[in-house]
T-cell receptor, first 115, second 113 residues
């Protein structure tokens, strides 16, 4: 069972560079989201999607773009990386059961460092 | 402001001890409260609570919600070194998908042999 797969696991960028964090899930989940986790801050919602073609902003969307062209994939794009975007990024997904169990399935995270 | 506050932020116990982790929340239109366990990488789901006073149990872990006082506790009995992790509490943002969660900062539990 692959579940939620994130790539890359580690990335170092220079300020101003752009990159895409990939997220794919094989559970046919309609809901997908991106969180960032910083020391002392907990997990914070960046963007989310409730289905293909539908995306919306979370708590901390500035500097990030997303798209959802398929049910499986939800990439997160950093347009011009800044040191403040140094963080661990988690992708999560959930199917219809989220309305009953609240269960999000998380990927293993992508650690990004911006120099 | 909607928020989730967990306490303590860290805790060190010995194997066999019982621990209680706390989570208080302030959110409009409360729907549910969730607990996750995060070891080295991805958070994994433990419980969802929606009703006051009804305990959820899974093995040595149990949790209960008090909607009047706006808090929840997570109990772990007979702790083992494998319980060492960060325990996260979360509530859904008001409105929108239940997948959009406000997380607390977590409680880091260390269980020593």
């Amino acid at each position: 069972n692959a579940g939620v797969t994130q790539t890359p696991k580690f990335q170092v960028l220079k300020t101003g560079q752009s990159m895409t964090l990939q997220c794919a899930q094989d559970m046919n989940h309609e809901y997908m989201s991106w969180y960032r986790q910083d020391p002392g801050m907990g997990l914070r919602l960046i963007h989310y999607s409730v289905g293909a073609g539908i995306t919306d902003q979370g708590e901390v969307p500035n500097g990030y773009n997303v798209s959802r062209s398929t049910t499986e994939d939800f990439p997160l794009r950093l347009l011009s990386a800044a040191p403040s975007q140094t963080s661990v990024y988690f992708c999560a997904s959930s199917g219809a059961l989220v309305r009953n169990t609240g269960e999000l399935f998380f990927g293993e995270g992508s650690r990004l460092t911006v120099l | 402001e909607d928020k989730v506050v967990q306490s303590p932020l860290s805790l060190v116990v010995h194997e066999g001890d019982t621990v209680t982790l706390n989570c208080s929340y302030e959110v409009t239109n409360f729907r549910s409260l969730l607990w996750y366990k995060q070891e080295k990488k991805a958070p994994t789901f433990l419980f969802m609570l929606t009703s006051s006073g009804i305990e959820k149990k899974s093995g040595r872990l149990s949790s209960i919600l008090d909607k009047k006082e706006l808090f929840s506790i997570l109990n772990i009995t007979a702790t083992q070194t494998g319980d060492s992790a960060v325990y996260l509490c979360a509530v859904p943002y008001p409105g929108g998908s239940q997948g959009n969660l406000i997380f607390g900062k977590g409680t880091k539990l260390s269980v020593k042999p």
